[in-house]
């Protein structure tokens, strides 16, 4: 399977606080990219990051990639309650189209 | 500008009834999906079709049908709806299936009960 898992299912934070999401995969990819889910809503992409790239900044967001771990994180600064959703992993490893895994469900505290 | 628009928001089904949900883009995109997402789960591709004209099995094709009917629409269809297929149906599109196109993006659901 080439679905990415993400880890921890829950996380629950304070307004202002960072929050980190881990992913996981099986095989080489040649891209891995962060979507977010809205209650009710559907996903939208966040960020890509290319298998060549080991991080990758997007306002307050960074991405990390460690292709050696066949890992990835997001890590989201200064929290807000917006930021309250559910975010995925998916990476791409050129053969099918893109899967995803359960994702976190990310709580901001206000 | 509409990106991905799915009909219709909501329905319900009885068991054994037919339907079929409807998504267009305008983005001029080349490949279309659609996904399932059930209760507190992460989503599961259906089918998905890299270019007009194909159409390719995902994870979960069992007891679904796709037609593309052209570059802008693709529908799914339920031949016999079974309470199993009461989930949340993604219908999404991106430039291609591959790097650099392979950006989806998705439409805002279909609410699907089968009772």
């Known amino acids: 399977s080439q679905q990415g898992e993400e880890d921890p299912q829950a996380l629950s934070i304070q307004e202002g606080e960072n929050a980190t999401m881990n992913c996981s995969y099986k095989?080489?990819?040649?891209?891995l990219q962060w979507y977010r889910q809205n209650s009710g809503r559907g996903l939208v992409h966040l960020i890509l990051?290319?298998?060549?790239?080991r991080e990758k900044h997007s306002g307050r967001l960074r991405v990390t990639l460690d292709t050696s771990k066949k890992s990835s994180s997001l890590l989201i600064t200064a929290s807000r309650a917006a930021d309250t959703a559910s975010y995925f992993c998916?990476?791409?490893?050129?053969?099918?189209?893109?899967?995803f895994g359960s994702g976190t469900r990310l709580q901001v505290q206000p | 500008n509409a990106g991905v628009t799915q009909t219709p928001k909501f329905q319900v089904l009885k068991t054994g009834q037919s339907m079929t949900l409807q998504c267009a883009q305008d983005?001029?995109?080349?490949?279309m999906y659609w996904y399932r997402q059930d209760p507190g789960m992460g989503l599961r591709l259906i089918y998905y079709?890299?270019?007009?004209?194909?159409?390719d099995k995902g994870e979960v094709p069992n007891g679904y049908n796709v037609s593309r009917l052209n570059k802008r629409e693709f529908s799914l269809r339920l031949e016999s709806a079974a309470p199993s297929q009461t989930s949340v149906y993604f219908c999404?599109?991106?430039?291609?299936?591959?790097?650099?196109?392979?950006?989806?993006?998705f439409g805002e659901g279909s609410w699907l009960t089968v009772v």
């Open positions: 999404a599109s991106s430039p291609s299936t591959g790097p650099p196109g392979n950006t989806i993006y």
């Open positions: 095989t080489s990819i040649n891209n």
């Open positions: 990051i290319r298998s060549n790239e």
């Open positions: 998916a990476p791409f490893t050129g053969r099918r189209a893109l899967t």
């Open positions: 983005m001029n995109h080349n490949s």
């Open positions: 079709s890299a270019s007009e004209g194909t159409t």
